[in-house]
């Protein structure tokens, strides 16, 4: 049911399907406005979740009714305080800062950042934004930190990045499914209920140093948990693919048909066999022998998956590990088989339309590349302009976050949708990068750690207060509908580009609408591999389900033909084993790897607002493994400092026996001192960007250690 919010009759409550606001499962919720404006939550059956709902799902609406909502705009006044100004005044310093700037230094001297939360309407009209309006090559977004290494690894062997190129129901039947580097029960609870075929047929893998919430999923008899070293997963992947090679389990019929490349995957793989691959995983032989097996078993017994996630992908060779897992796939023939497939889990709310519509440096919408001159023209076409007018592709995000305030670099940065001095890696340079900046514009629906540096700070609004659309994990388009009133002054996204663009004499209309910014972004992705053509808002209101490609009916199943490429084949892509980038310290060596919790969605801006969620998370705790606690002279609970090459981390120790005694694990969810970011290189994947979130080496000291010093 789709009413307009501000239509509701007094006294009638108010109920709208939606989504939630968080990550890319987009669980389906119905959310339900009483006479006081109060909003209540109930989760509803969609394929996904099927009526349920994870903690940060059902306590979504407290975000409607924060009291620190922003609501009108602020300007740092010359003391350096955030002042209310009209959102005239505001438009009209950001246009004298961008005009001013751009005459100084040059069009690129202006970015822009955007986010893989926003709908696809924002993140289409961001693309555009800064393509048009500024004429700057300098767009990227946190999706280049989140999705990038599975995206060019899809790209480079199928032609095509969907996350999952098939529906999530599908895993239900499957009786072997291998989660490289995810943890689903936390980061997607209602998910682990497309796991339990798996679990009952004992064939759940779980690959993670830790024994997280998923690992656990495997005890009883219902699968296994391997536990490599952390930043090993490219050598336990080839491992695997050796013995399925050696040992003759490969689809020889389906690589025939479908992949090219198999005699170089086969030398490439040659010297990785199992026992050296043990020691330098620490996964024993056997094992890595019996998952072989296992996988070739299941993929001729009628289900098994692949699936990755951000543990195996956020790392410099991030790339090549998912490239690995894919190479495994097609040997045992799964990409394209009804029952069985490869998929990687994205994760943020629109993780995947927001990799599609043109905020990506190299892209134009409909996962157009934006150096194809074919691309450009339709592109321009749609907009109504020159193609030589479209910029060239800019700096994918750690690059381009490297110019900042760099003389020659980017002047001036606008942020929609990221919590950068939380999320992005070597945090405490990236804070002083900020402040080099002649302006920041940081939108925002909180006063984010990043909107605390901005300038100026734009208030915008949240989900429940604007309609729109979302991409899920699987490929589809969902409808996200308004249920409540803009508060105070906030404006719609939308609008603020309109406003912008008219201000800067932008030569395309920018439609504030969203229905209408959607049909402009489905006529833009026509002929594109994430086409939209066929969809419109009555369609999804109709309850359709549009996975795309979307022309005239939906594709819920991709490559069950032929894959994306220009032959239709599939490339096995040989990748090798990399050196780490941290070099090893000297002392007590440890790694550190970061992830989730259940709790806290991302970098916290909003679920650290979320009472009943802080309430039981409430500060960062390190996870350290009691022997070696014991040597460092911490116990449980005690302050700790985690020191990088970077920076300094504090935190509180928690001893579980649940991670490998030479890893220790921080979430990266928490501010200030707690940052697990000031301890992360800022060193990227040279194929997609991605920067080495999952490995730093580290030293542990107790607080009271170092104060005695
Ligand atoms: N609660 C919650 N849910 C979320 C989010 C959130 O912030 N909070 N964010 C959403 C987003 S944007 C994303 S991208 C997804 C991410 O979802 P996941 O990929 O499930 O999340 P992570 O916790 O980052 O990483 C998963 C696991 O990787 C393990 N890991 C770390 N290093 C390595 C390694 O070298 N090898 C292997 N094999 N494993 C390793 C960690 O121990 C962790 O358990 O979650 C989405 N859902
Ligand atoms: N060490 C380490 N670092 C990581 C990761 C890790 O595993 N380890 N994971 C990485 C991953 S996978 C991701 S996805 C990133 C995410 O990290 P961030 O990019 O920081 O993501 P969020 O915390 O979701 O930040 C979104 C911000 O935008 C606001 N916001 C939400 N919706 C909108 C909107 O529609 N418009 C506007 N203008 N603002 C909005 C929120 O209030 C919040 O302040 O972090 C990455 N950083
Ligand atoms: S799993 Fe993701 S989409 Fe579902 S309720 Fe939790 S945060 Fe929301
Ligand atoms: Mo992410």
Redesign the pocket.
Known sequence: MAIDPAGSIAGEPLMVDTHCP???LQCAMTLTRDADGEISVAGRDFPTNRGGL?R?GWTSPELLHRNDRLTRPLLRDAAGIPRPVSWDRAYQVIVDNICRTQQRYGNDAVAVFGG?GLTNEKAYLLGKFARVALRTAMVDYNGRF??SSAAAAANRAFGVDRGLPFPVSDLDDANTIML?????A???PPFTQHLTGAQRAGGLIV????V?A?ARLTAGGSGVHLQ?A????LELLLGITHVVLTEGLINNDYLDRRANGLAGLRRSVADLWPERVQSITGVPAATIREIARRLAWAADNGGCYLLT????E??VNGTDTATAAINLALLLGLPGSPDSGYGT????GN?QGGREHGQKSDQLPGYRKITDPAARRHVAAVWGIDPDRLPGPGLPAVQLLDRLGRPDGVRMLMVHGSNLVISAPDSTALERRLDDLDFLVVSDFFLSETARHADLILPVLQWAEEDGTMTTLEGRVVRRRAVSPPPGEAKSELEILHDLSRRLGAPSPFPTRPSEVFDELARASAGGVADYSGIDYPLLDSGATAHWPYVDAGTPRLFGERFGTADGRAELVPVRPTEPVDPVATGTGLTL??????????SGAQTRRVDTLNASAPRALVQIHPTTAAGLGIGDGDEVLVDSARGRARCWAELTTGIRPDTV?LPF?YPDRSTANRLTPAVADPTSGMPEF??ARVTVFRVAAIGAL
Request: net charge positive; hydrophobic share 25%.
């Open positions: 968080y990550c890319a994870c940060k893989g989140c999705m490289l580097g995810s943890n689903v936390d980061t997607m690959v993670d140093p830790r997280s998923t490599p952390p930043g090993t997963d996630g951000r543990g195996v956020q790392h889990l994205t994760g943020q993780g790897i970061t992830g989730r919790l259940l709790e806290h969605y991302q694990f969810h999952k490995t």
